[in-house]
């Protein structure tokens, strides 16, 4: 069984930091990609930062030159860190990651998400 668990989220003032972590435990050979996804109140679920294996990344373009995503594949960890945080930010985080099982399988994973206030 593989889980994701972030933690990081919570209430900040506009112009702040927070740093999301997340880490994926449980038996699995590897991990691919590992993203951050957010939603906010009546909105869809949007990509906010991906990583890939290789170390590549992407973002979007609402947080592009305030977050950063890295990962630590050691500790099997993916970190968000978002800086100059605005109230639009405010949403619950999601953490996802491609994962091959250790029967060679690729599954996607969700975690329960954490929320994140950003007061103005």
């Known amino acids: 069984q593989v889980q994701l668990v972030e933690s990081g989220g919570g209430l900040v003032q506009a112009g702040g930091s927070l740093r999301l972590s997340c880490v994926a435990s449980?038996?699995?050979?590897?991990?691919?990609?590992m993203g951050w996804y957010r939603q906010a109140p009546g909105k869809q679920r949007e990509l906010v930062a991906a990583i890939t294996g290789g170390g590549s990344t992407n973002y979007a373009d609402s947080v592009k030159g305030r977050f950063t995503i890295s990962r630590d594949s050691a500790k099997n960890t993916v970190y968000l860190q978002m800086n100059s945080l605005k109230p639009e930010d405010t949403a619950v985080y999601y953490c996802n990651a491609d994962i091959t099982t250790d029967w060679g399988h690729s599954m996607n994973f969700w975690g329960q998400g954490t929320q994140v206030t950003v007061s103005s």
């Open positions: 449980g038996i699995f050979f590897s991990i691919n990609t």
